[in-house]
């Protein structure tokens, strides 16, 4: 399975403290980033027709020292299904789930978005707005979202703050075929219940599983790997569906609150949904690139076993009266 991809490039020394504005940045203070990625396989009794989607965090902070930043889906996603979902934070219920902190959402005279973390001094992130963003499609078959900070970080404006987070949804149904692989059973035909078992494969950063044009093309454009500081994978999973999870940076698996169905923005209940959640935080260095397996395994109906099943007892029926017309009734003179 392929790599999703993160780089950025840097700005230059003399760009880095513009003389017209008195930037709060510190020397001291290190980039650092970390990276949120939500898997949402919810189909069900209540969600038959949801396909699979994902949701992206990205916190930055000291993002000044960012000139732009570059996601790359490694599957081709219509303009339509990169969705901004910083309009959730204004219900203050989602914002306190999503960050587990009393929030505060503002929108500033400018139309800057910000939200204020209260349990952690006040903090104050800037909320970026998707539509500034750029979404191309890339080489063979992929996608390219492209973040322009260098905008924010010349707006006098936004001198105060030091954090930067992005959230957007990713809607695809190339998501289920790329992401998703359906491993079929050895005594499929003989088990007596219908079921489905699929390994998630989610990476990236991983060079050996992406297009080597790409790394050749960033590098050019003097663009680098981003690296982590801590990255969380969350997959939300129907409760009646067993989840084998893999590595030792898996913390706890919750039952969702239901003030998720308004983030959601769903037409239904969401229902018993478990979120299954994996917490990754470098050591000595920043992380360099992620990956993460989950083996899920539902129940599932096919028509094509069922019929056979049918058909086969209906064929014993017949061979069973067959036999029983031919050898039975001549023995007992019937």
């Given at each position: ?102 929030c505060r959402f503002t929108r500033n005279e400018n139309g800057f978005c910000v939200l204020e973390l209260m349990e952690h001094e006040g903090k104050k992130k800037l909320l970026y707005n998707m539509a500034e963003a750029e979404v191309d499609f890339w080489n ?195």
């Amino acid at each position: 399975m392929k790599s999703f991809g993160i780089w950025y490039s840097s700005p230059d020394i003399q760009e880095h403290h513009p003389v017209e504005h008195s930037s709060p940045v510190s020397a001291e203070k290190e980039l650092e980033l970390d990276l949120h990625i939500n898997l949402w396989d919810i189909s069900g009794k209540r969600a038959k027709s949801v396909a699979p989607f994902i949701d992206i965090g990205l916190n930055i902070s000291e993002f000044r020292k960012i000139d732009k930043l570059c996601f790359l889906i490694p599957f081709e996603v219509d303009k339509s299904g990169i969705v901004d979902l910083t309009d959730t934070f204004e219900k203050r219920s989602i914002a306190n789930l999503i960050f587990n902190d009393d929030c505060r959402f503002t929108r500033n005279e400018n139309g800057f978005c910000v939200l204020e973390l209260m349990e952690h001094e006040g903090k104050k992130k800037l909320l970026y707005n998707m539509a500034e963003a750029e979404v191309d499609f890339w080489n063979k078959d992929e996608t390219m979202i492209t973040f322009d900070l260098k905008v924010l970080r010349e707006d006098s404006v936004c001198d105060e703050f030091h954090d930067l987070y992005i959230r957007f949804r990713i809607l695809s149904d190339r998501i289920k075929e790329e992401l998703f692989c359906n491993i079929k059973s050895k005594n499929w035909f003989l088990e007596s219940g219908f079921t489905s078992t699929q390994v998630v494969d989610i990476k990236v950063n991983k060079k050996r599983n992406m297009n080597e044009e790409d790394i050749k093309e960033m590098r050019r454009n003097k663009f680098q790997f981003a690296e982590f500081n801590k990255v969380h994978f969350l997959v939300m999973e129907p409760a009646g569906n067993d989840v084998e999870v893999f590595g030792k940076d898996f913390i706890e698996c919750r039952k969702l609150e239901s003030e998720w169905g308004e983030y959601l923005k769903l037409n239904f209940e969401l229902g018993d949904i478990l979120a299954y959640h994996w917490k990754t935080v470098s050591e000595s260095e920043q992380l360099k690139e992620y990956a993460q397996m989950v083996k899920v395994t539902s129940a599932a109906t096919s028509w094509f076993i069922i019929i056979v099943y049918m058909l086969v007892v209906v064929a014993l029926g017949i061979l069973t009266n067959s036999l029983f017309a031919a050898f039975v009734q001549p023995l007992l003179g019937l």
